[in-house]
């Protein structure tokens, strides 16, 4: 009974399973019908060769190329001065106002000078006093010569008068000092401008006892101007090359304005840490508009190479094989260049390892191989139309900086 039993239920499964298969299977195609075509196409697509690549390509060109180093930097002035007093005293007279422009030697603050004058005065005096004194001993010294080759008087007298003419000079040169002293110090109760600039912030009054640890105010020198900022270790060597070759221009752009000047600094070691080198760059403002402190971007041309090869930085492929770009061979085949990148500006490079005359695919080569098929589109990457030599209409590239 159960032997019977397994029977069945053996027969029954394999019924299910063959009805299962009858109704799933896949319907036999036609041989013509688009369905029976496309399994042949898929099955044919890994042994029969495939059709040409759709590439868009340009051809190289030939320019002139800045090499432009930029950075941003702050303008700093080429010298301030914070005035401070000499001497304890008390503000007479503040000549100038926050903001004047100034030159140097103007005078801009006057200090109490009563003392001072007195002191200078008595100095003169005393002068004038010593001066006297040695004026009478000369003519007792010159009688007394008179006299002694007459045999009147003693050697040992002129000798006596001679030695007090001497005494009478050195005292009469030592006063003489003084005052000239005396008159310096009567000279800190003037202040004057050390440099032509513009006066900061004044921070005294008349009637203020100042000292000498007192700030009065600061001249700050705006024109001609600098421009402090860094640049990489990487860019040294071009860096003296060019400023050994000549000026180097530099280009600073602060709201939307653009002023010339040039590189008038390099810094005699690069921080270590940072791994920069710090430079200058001198600016004629005598217009005032760049002003200490404020924030500019500036570009420094180092180099221009002449007659460069140019092309689209999207053509160029880096891969562990190097660096290189497909051309599009005799054949109609990818050819593989292999270039350097001298200088990379904005959307292009200057390469080497070009002629000049290839046609440079940009477009298509994604799932491009050394020797495959390719036909080159209407248009090409830049937006002009191609002809069949692959050389792009009306694109005309400007020198710019990366």
Known sequence: MKKSTLATLVGAAAVVGAGAWFYTKPAPQAAGSPAAQAQGQGQGKGGGQQGPTAVNVVAPQRQDVAVILQANGTVSPLSTVDLHPQTTSTITKVHIKEGDFVKQGQLMFSLDSRTDSANVEKALAQVQRDRASLMDLERQYKRSQELLSQNFIAQGAVDTLRSQVEAAKALLAADQAAAQAAQVGAGYNTIRAPLSGRVGAINVYPGSLVQMATSLTTV???????????????????????????????????????????????????????????????????????????????????????????????????????????????????????????????????????????????????????????????????????????????????????
């Open 220 to 402: 700050t020198q705006l024109n001609p101007i600098n421009v402090s900022f860094t640049l990489p270790e990487s860019a040294l060597g071009a860096l003296l090359a060019a400023k050994q070759a000549g000026k180097v221009p530099v280009q600073v752009t602060s709201g939307g304005q653009d002023f010339q000047g040039h590189l008038s600094f390099i810094d005699n070691a690069v921080d270590a840490q940072a791994g920069v080198i710090k430079v200058k760059a001198e600016f004629d403002n005598s217009a005032t508009r760049l002003w200490p402190g404020q924030y500019v971007n500036a570009k420094l041309t180092v180099q221009t190479l002449k007659d460069a090869l140019v092309v689209p930085q999207n053509a160029i492929i880096t891969n562990t094989r190097g660096t290189f770009v497909y051309t599009v061979a005799e054949d109609h085949t990818a050819k593989v260049a292999n270039i350097v990148r001298v200088h990379s500006f904005g959307p292009y490079a200057a390469v080497t390892g070009l002629n000049g005359d290839e046609k440079v695919i940009v477009e298509g080569k994604q799932n491009l191989r050394p020797g495959a098929k390719v036909k080159i589109a209407e248009a090409g990457a830049d937006g002009g139309k191609t002809d069949k030599s692959g050389k792009g209409e009306g694109r005309k590239k400007k020198d710019s900086a990366a």
